[in-house]
């Protein structure tokens, strides 16, 4: 499977931005699908997954009910709905896809073996 990411931008702190990753192949609702984010000398770190199958849905500690993260099987489409963002959440996010993931791997980037580039979010205060 290949993904696409998109949606980032500047955005004001309280302010709100959607992401999406777009993917090609087949079987995407195999797939879990996760969003990570890097900051500038930062590790990367888990922001949110949906998992294959009934997408369970699992969340970072940070995000604290401001991000929401879907998807749409039909249209092989993962979207990641922040809101409530501050300065903290700048970063390159990044989708990801492992195929069956286990539920105990949803947060760790090394069981993920597909990647699509980072889209940029910037939030200013």
């Known amino acids: 499977v290949q993904l696409q990411a998109s949606g980032g931008g500047l955005v004001q702190a309280g302010g709100s931005r959607r992401l999406t990753c777009s993917a090609s192949?087949?079987?995407?609702?195999?797939?879990?699908v996760a969003w990570f984010r890097q900051a500038p000398g930062k590790a990367r770190e888990f922001v949110s997954a949906?998992?294959?199958?009934?997408?369970?849905?699992y969340y970072g500690d940070f995000v604290k009910g401001r991000f929401t993260i879907s998807r749409d099987n039909d249209k092989k489409m993962v979207y990641l709905q922040m809101n409530s963002l501050q300065p903290d959440d700048t970063a390159a996010y990044y989708c990801?896809?492992?195929?069956?993931?286990?539920?105990?791997?949803?947060?760790?980037?090394?069981?993920?073996?597909?990647w699509g580039q980072g889209t940029q979010v910037t939030v200013s205060s």
């Open positions: 990801a896809a492992a195929r069956f993931l286990h539920d105990h791997n949803y947060g760790t980037e090394r069981y993920y073996n597909f």
């Open positions: 192949g087949r079987f995407f609702i195999n797939y879990t």
């Open positions: 949906v998992k294959y199958g009934i997408g369970t849905k």
